[in-house]
């Protein structure tokens, strides 16, 4: 890594680093991390195992002690809530970083490779806010490249291991989705070990007893920490998220990764997506298994085992498929795999300039429709921090306070708790009596139709609009 070759990579994952803090700071709060940060300002223990705060799955407990740590050290700001996982894309870019250098020697493809993996703006939305999968999906990265360093080294080194499966137990803490992570990973080893006799030390009982220590150990701490919290989840019923089907749940991914409202370019994507999965593939079974490395076993079996565990919850405990940022877990996996279909190949020119045309392509279709100022899962808060600011100026607490359309209420309330000495009083629509009006209505469009004739436009954004009673 010290080569200057890679050059390029550091200064590419330090830049993208520091718009991630950008953001971070310049980002309206969404209405989850407001309640991520109510979560945080509690006792460890109560943060940890109280059933309270499992009512819904907003506690990401990592995130939310990681938060607590944060604004403990740099006070309270929106940044500092946030900070945590804006450090955690280092840890991301940089074992994606990893990753490239062993798929591909050729230091214009690791560009490629990382800025491909890193650059995904659906993606990177995650490392600027403070919520739990930004921090899940940078251990998951370090824990493939921890067994990605173990197979590299003929399984000598069980130190790699202990890196994995300590990194995949910290991605469950963050997001208790990732579960389905661990157990995969600790299929895939097992898996591996099997299909390659140079692993396996003559099939001796010794050796799958020091293979399976690490995940085994690294399990009962997993348990410990997170099974009363998801008991907790189970008992209020918030395992019901999701999509009802696999192939449903892929297609919203895929959806809501190119980044883009349109169906055409979707089904693009999707039809992109297939056609290099199917390549890689093709490309294992058809060679024999003896010259297929460990490490493309694993960017092969990984995925596949995750679908699998999916299927199984939903078939024996009705969990739903993951879909949107709870299938953020497949991105990584599945990216590396298309990568690893898109290399390799003799011609070596053909490497760079395959992974090349891939990350131009994105970069054509996708960067134009990326906005700094909001993120794609919480489009509502966009103008939250702007609204706020304006309004504050005629203290409307006094006069009414605000009618907020759902959605907006959360993130109103931490502005004027915490940035405007409770002058804005915002309340929900339904919350209002008929005599007691507001001074403003903060509204989408879906409920325009609720407001009363004496009121008029006063600010616009998009389709977001203030309306002030015209006696005011």
Request: overall charge positive.
């Amino acid at each position: 890594m010290r080569s200057k070759n890679s050059i390029p990579i550091h200064v590419l994952l330090i830049g993208l680093g520091l718009f991630a803090l950008y953001r971070a700071i310049n980002l309206s709060i969404t209405y989850d991390e407001v309640y991520t940060f109510e979560i945080s300002q509690k006792a460890l223990s109560t943060i940890m195992f109280d059933a309270n705060e499992f009512n819904t799955a907003n506690n990401h407990v990592l995130n939310s002690l990681l938060i607590k740590l944060s604004v403990g050290l740099f006070g309270h700001h929106v940044w500092s809530l946030r900070l945590p996982n804006v450090l955690s894309f280092l840890v991301y870019g940089y074992s994606v970083f990893f990753l490239s250098r062993r798929l591909s020697p050729s230091p214009i493809s690791q560009f490629f490779i990382t800025a491909i993996l890193c650059g995904m703006p659906y993606v990177f939305d995650f490392f600027s806010l403070a919520r739990g999968y930004g921090l899940a999906m940078a251990f998951q990265a370090l824990s493939i490249a921890g067994v990605v360093a173990y197979f590299s080294q003929d399984g000598s080194s069980k130190k790699f291991l202990w890196v994995a499966f300590s990194a995949a137990f910290f991605s469950v803490w963050a997001n208790f989705t990732w579960l389905n992570f661990y157990c995969a990973l600790w299929g895939c080893i097992n898996l591996i070990a099997l299909l390659n006799s140079n692993f396996l030390d003559k099939k001796s009982l010794l050796y799958w007893v020091k293979l399976n220590i690490p995940p085994l150990v690294l399990s009962i701490v997993t348990f410990c920490f997170c099974y009363l919290p998801l008991s907790y989840l189970q008992d209020s019923n918030e395992f019901r998220w999701g999509a009802p089907d696999l192939n449903a749940a892929l297609d919203k991914f895929l959806y809501n990764l190119s980044y883009i409202t349109n169906d055409d370019f979707k089904e693009t994507v999707e039809t992109a997506v297939c056609f290099v999965l199917s390549l890689g593939l093709f490309r294992f079974f058809v060679f024999k298994k003896r010259r297929t490395a460990p490490t493309t076993q694993l960017f092969i079996f990984l995925p596949l085992l995750v679908i699998v565990i999916a299927v199984i919850e939903n078939r024996s405990l009705g969990v739903m498929y993951m879909e949107d940022r709870k299938a953020l877990m497949l991105f990584l996996m599945l990216g590396l795999l298309c990568v690893r279909a898109l290399s390799g190949f003799k011609i070596k020119v053909l490497n760079p300039l395959l992974l090349g045309l891939l990350f131009l392509t994105h970069t054509y279709f996708v960067l134009p429709y990326f906005n700094t100022l909001v993120v794609r899962e919480w489009y509502r808060d966009e103008f939250s921090k702007e609204a706020a600011n304006f309004m504050s100026r005629f203290q409307p607490a006094e006069r009414g306070g605000v009618g907020v359309s759902f959605g907006m209420n959360s993130s109103l309330k931490y502005y004027d708790k915490y940035e405007y000495n409770n002058q804005i009083a915002p309340k929900l629509l339904s919350d209002f009596r008929k005599d007691e009006p507001p001074m403003f209505y903060f509204l989408t469009p879906d409920d325009l139709n609720l407001l009363p004739s004496d009121y008029h436009k006063v600010w616009q954004r998009k389709s977001y609009t203030i309306w002030k009673k015209q006696s005011e």
